[in-house]
């Protein structure tokens, strides 16, 4: 199986949760190396700078530099990198095939998305005590109070499928619900502020660095972000360290429905923030969405580029 792919720049190691002095998960990074995402996770790999995969399966488009008094109608929107998936060329792309709120291209792998049943199958403290079958999975992941249970039962819609709580960091385990008997949403512990003792929350660290490192089933992390505040370091944290152990990511940004009063930015404002940080980072960004649990927005959406990417990694 080809494997979906998208290469990112590595990033200065910074000291985080998402740090580590052992060699599994800490990489001594250089200035100009490139790491690729592979969606099918099987056997993550590297390439050098020098020696970039033929016909690769994803693409990421940028602005052309054409001289403005040529430049087509077909690409005046292509102002922002976009992820373009199996399928498509990234000649054929339109403006009207990206999602709303999004830079995802919808493409031909993209298909039934409506979920029917879900149902709680086990929480596990340990990665190995996960379960072991060959379903495709999407993991959860974001910082305490983003808003990630609020998102699982938006998705799926209905409540209290993942626990929602005032208290931050209810989540401390690894939690798996089956979707249409057929693929799994997980919902990992948040990171950050945590109502833990340090020592648990690094605990939660280090598990769920053993998930993501050691799960062959993993399609894809969503990695929730709050658009109602400025970026986070912790979160950056964590998507560098995603990048450097070649692990495929979504950026699914939160709370986009708020507005901040007085001196606060707007979360779109926040979002375009985000992606300045990003662009020093990466060479291209990840594919990204705007969410919001309250209003529905980007649900459909969500599901439909999940869609494609879990498609894909069943053929």
């Known amino acids: ?116 049943q879900v ?63 057929s693929w799994y949403i997980v919902d990992l512990p948040g990171y950050g502020f945590a109502n833990a003792p340090e020592s648990a929350r690094m605990d939660w660290s280090s598990f769920t660095k053993g998930y993501f490192l050691n799960r062959d089933t993993l399609v894809a992390v969503l990695l929730l972000l709050d658009a109602s505040i400025p970026p986070q370091k912790v979160d950056l944290d964590c998507a560098n360290w995603l990048g450097r152990n070649n692990i495929p990511l979504t950026f699914v940004f939160t709370k986009c429905d708020k507005t901040k009063g007085g001196k606060g930015k707007r979360p779109d404002e926040n979002i375009k923030d985000f992606q300045e940080l990003i662009k020093k980072n990466y060479r291209e960004p990840p594919p990204w969405i705007m969410t919001s649990s309250v209003t529905g927005l980007g649900r459909d959406d969500l599901l439909l580029h999940m869609s494609q990417l879990r498609n894909y990694w069943d053929n």
Do not use: W
């Open 119 to 181: 149902e709680f199958v086990k929480s596990s403290s340990k990665p190995k005590d996960c379960p072991k079958d060959d379903r495709p999975e999407f993991a959860i992941l974001g910082r305490s109070n983003v808003g990630k249970s609020s998102l699982i039962n938006a998705l799926v819609r209905k409540k209290e499928v993942a626990l929602t709580s005032k208290k931050p960091g209810k989540t401390q385990l690894i939690n798996h619900f089956l979707v249409n008997r």
């Open 1 to 116: 199986m080809l494997a979906l792919r998208l290469r990112v720049f590595a990033v200065q190691t910074t000291t985080s949760l998402f740090s580590s002095s052992s060699t599994s998960c800490s990489l001594t990074l250089h200035r100009n190396p490139s790491y690729f995402f592979n969606l099918s996770c099987r056997r993550p790999f590297s390439c050098s700078s020098g020696s970039v995969e033929q016909n690769p399966s994803i693409h990421v488009v940028a602005a052309p530099k054409i001289a403005k008094a040529v430049v087509p109608e077909t690409v005046k929107f292509v102002n922002r990198a976009v992820f373009v998936p199996p399928g498509v060329q990234p000649e054929e792309v339109r403006e009207d095939m990206i999602l709303p709120g999004s830079n995802i291209v919808l493409g031909p792998y993209a298909g039934h998305a409506q979920i029917k």
